[in-house]
């Protein structure tokens, strides 16, 4: 008699449903055209390009770094290698694309663009440490701010009119916009890289922080409890993130080939500070530069490590087992003390996120909630149209 087989469970993982080639050089950015069969593409051969049929190919007259479409008023705006913002309007059929105006924004490469329709505004970072907005109807300048480094993130939310900076030192500088004049609210920071990328919330009022430092970081700052919890699931620096608000589901791309979907509808805890002590808080053997217990004693320094569950001090031997604390952000094993390992159940240890292969170096994302459609960017000079449907929902 044969045995019976067990139907094995269904992998859920993205469709990859087209890839896009043409350009000869990094696409920095591309958009999914709404509610239509089309991409576009910005890239540091000076082409912007609509990728449908038939395809507008535009030649700038410096490389292509960043952009903004809005989809509304069809409004294209392309950052260059110069320091230039052009701006572009898109005709209905996505088959012409007609110059409208250019604004000299910055010394050198434009970094990050974003283009405001409720206030008429377009916000812009670059190379030489400025962020900078202006006025979209006239391309009037109307304020600027130096940053501490090179800004490689920016979001703005409509309603407090406040910016979020994040640059390449690893900062986050808050301001309040104003007609011509900003304010500085705050700055901070938790990433030991430097930011690479950011996303904003505005219902929940939570803002997420790729970094260099392979690790994403979700700010809460409507809450005003000042809570900021860690996100370890990347082998690479994390240079892409996206949020899907209905389904409160965050999407992080990076260098890694990863796309990672976490599930930010859970309770998740901080991880704690890392506590000091000259031995271990655990055997009170002492640490290697704790000369005067190692005589008393008798004994050989040990080298210090740290629980990520606690944060206490301890020394290898009671810190000999690793686990994964997905509520603390920790998807990969980490260095726990035995005494925590104990503690943790199963149940502690149940993933909160999902991980795919997307088999190229991504720097750009887009993500069209109404389809499920997630395109991104490559280092490999290739665009990738996925369905994202099976993990985001």
């Given at each position: ?58 030649v700038m007259p410096s490389p292509c770094s960043c952009m ?326």
């Amino acid at each position: 008699m044969a045995a019976e087989v067990q139907p094995q469970p269904l992998t859920r993982k993205p469709i990859l449903l087209q890839r896009v080639e043409g350009s000869q050089e990094v696409v920095n950015m591309a958009v999914l055209v709404p509610k239509e069969e089309g991409v576009i593409s910005v890239s540091e051969d000076r082409r912007d390009s609509g990728q449908y049929w038939p395809s507008i190919y535009y030649v700038m007259p410096s490389p292509c770094s960043c952009m903004s479409f809005n989809p509304e008023t069809r409004r294209l705006s392309i950052g260059l290698d110069n320091g230039t913002i052009s701006e572009f309007i898109l005709s209905e059929d996505y088959n012409k694309m007609t110059p409208v105006k250019n604004y000299q924004a910055h010394q050198s490469r434009v970094t990050m663009i974003l283009f405001v329709l409720e206030l008429e505004w377009v916000l812009s970072t670059g190379q030489d440490k400025l962020f900078a907005w202006h006025c979209s109807e006239s391309a009037r300048r109307l304020g600027g701010y130096r940053t501490s480094a090179v800004a490689s993130g920016l979001q703005f939310d409509v309603e407090t009119r406040h910016v979020f900076i994040g640059d390449q030192s690893g900062q986050v500088t808050i301001l309040t916009l104003e007609q011509d004049t900003c304010t500085l609210v705050t700055a901070f920071r938790g990433h030991t890289g430097g930011v690479t990328a950011l996303c904003w919330d505005p219902v929940q009022r939570v803002l997420f922080s790729g970094s260099s430092d392979h690790s994403v970081i979700m700010w809460d700052i409507g809450g005003r409890k000042g809570t900021a919890i860690e996100l370890q699931g990347h082998n690479d620096k994390v240079q892409a993130l996206s949020y899907a608000q209905h389904t409160r589901q965050l999407i992080s791309c990076g260098g890694d080939g990863g796309i990672v979907v976490w599930n930010m509808d859970v309770e998740r805890q901080e991880t704690p500070e890392w506590l000091d002590s000259d031995s271990c808080q655990k055997c009170d053997q002492p640490f290697f530069w704790n000369f005067k217990q190692m005589w008393d004693s008798k004994k050989i320094g040990l080298r210090q490590h740290h629980c990520r569950k606690c944060g206490k001090a301890v020394c290898g031997k009671c810190s000999s087992k690793r686990s994964s604390i997905p509520l603390m952000g920790f998807e990969f094993e980490v260095r726990v003390c035995d005494s925590c390992h104990e503690a943790i159940t199963d149940e502690e240890r149940a993933p909160t996120a999902t991980f795919h292969d997307s088999k190229h170096n991504i720097v750009h994302v887009h993500f069209d909630p109404t389809r499920g459609w997630l395109l991104t960017s490559g280092t490999d000079k290739v665009i990738k149209l996925w369905d994202m449907t099976p993990v985001v929902s």
